[in-house]
Nanobody, 115 residues
């Protein structure tokens, strides 16, 4: 069974930084794109950042210049470095990937930003 586990969430003050990690384990042959989503209470889940297997990245306009997505293919792990955090960044953050045509989601990690 393939599992994704996020870690690194917590409570930070506005302007602070946080680094999220997502490890993929299980029966894995190859991992393509890896993505970070977030969902705040009463809001739609939104794509925050994406990284392809070749390293190409894309970001939501709201986080561009503040967040950086990266991956370590040897460890099957994706990271999200979040700097200059704003209260509107508060949400549950989820990682997602597709393996052999099937989408897998983590259970999420809570990020709280105080002002």
């Amino acid at each position: 069974q393939v599992q994704l586990v996020e870690s690194g969430g917590g409570v930070v003050q506005a302007g602070g930084s946080l680094r999220l990690s997502c490890g993929v384990s299980g029966s894995i042959f190859s991992v393509g794109a890896m993505e970070w989503y977030r969902q705040a209470p009463g809001k739609q889940r939104e794509l925050v950042a994406l990284i392809l297997s070749g390293g190409s990245t894309n970001y939501a306009d709201s986080v561009k210049g503040r967040f950086t997505i990266s991956r370590d293919n040897a460890k099957n792990t994706v990271y999200l470095q979040m700097n200059s955090l704003k209260p509107e960044d508060a949400a549950v953050y989820y990682c997602k990937t597709v393996i052999r045509g099937y989408a897998y989601w983590g259970k999420g990690t809570q990020v709280t930003v105080s002002s």
